[in-house]
C-alpha cells in the first residue's frame, strides 16, 4: 500500500514540474523588430510626413527576429489612422495604400500596425507599432533629410487563446 502511495505521489509530483515547465514556455515572446517600407512618405526622427490630398503607401511589413537564425513570420497587418480602422493586408507584404484626402486636417496625426506574430521557440503572439504622422500643406513642406525606411522594436503582448 505505501508503495503505491509513493508511485501516486512521485507521478504527480512529476506532472506538476511539467506543468509547469511548459506554463513557462507560453510566456516566452518573440523578441522582433519591424522593418516598415513607405513610399511617398518621408520619416525623420520617427515622424512620418505626408502630403495632405496625396495617397501614400506601406509598401511592405518585414518581421526579424532578434534572435538569429531563428524564423519568424506575421500573420497580418491591421492598419489603424486616428484611431479608426482603415483595412489589413494579410499577403506578404503587407502593402497598403492610404489616402490623406483634402478634407485631413495638417497636423499631428496616428498611424498603427497591429499584427500577429509567430516565432520558432516562442509563444505567440500580437505586435504594435504606433507613428506620430504629420501632414503637411505641400511637398515643400516636406523635411529633405528624411528616409522611407524604419526599423522599429514593436510593443508585444501575449496572444489570447
Keep these: 500500500m505505501n ?5 501516486l505521489a512521485g507521478l504527480a509530483s512529476l506532472a506538476l514540474i511539467l506543468g509547469f515547465s511548459s506554463c513557462n514556455d507560453d510566456n516566452d515572446l518573440p523578441d522582433v523588430s519591424l522593418q516598415v517600407e513607405f513610399n511617398d512618405a518621408t520619416i525623420v526622427d520617427g515622424t512620418v510626413y505626408v502630403v495632405q ?78 507613428y506620430p504622422v504629420e501632414v503637411v500643406a505641400s511637398a515643400d513642406d516636406l523635411p529633405t533629410n528624411g528616409n522611407t525606411s524604419v526599423s522599429t522594436t514593436p510593443q508585444v503582448s501575449k496572444t489570447d487563446k
Design 3 to 7: 508503495m503505491k502511495k509513493t508511485l
Design 53 to 130: 490630398g496625396e495617397t501614400f503607401e506601406v509598401e511592405s511589413v518585414t518581421p526579424v527576429n532578434n534572435e538569429s537564425n531563428k524564423a519568424v513570420e506575421l500573420g497580418g497587418v491591421t492598419y489603424y489612422w486616428d484611431y479608426q480602422l482603415l483595412g489589413a493586408s494579410n499577403i506578404k507584404p503587407f502593402a497598403l495604400e492610404i489616402t490623406v484626402t483634402p478634407e485631413t486636417k495638417v497636423g499631428r496625426h496616428v498611424l498603427e500596425l497591429y499584427c500577429p506574430v509567430y516565432a520558432v521557440d516562442k509563444a505567440p503572439a500580437n505586435a504594435m507599432i504606433s
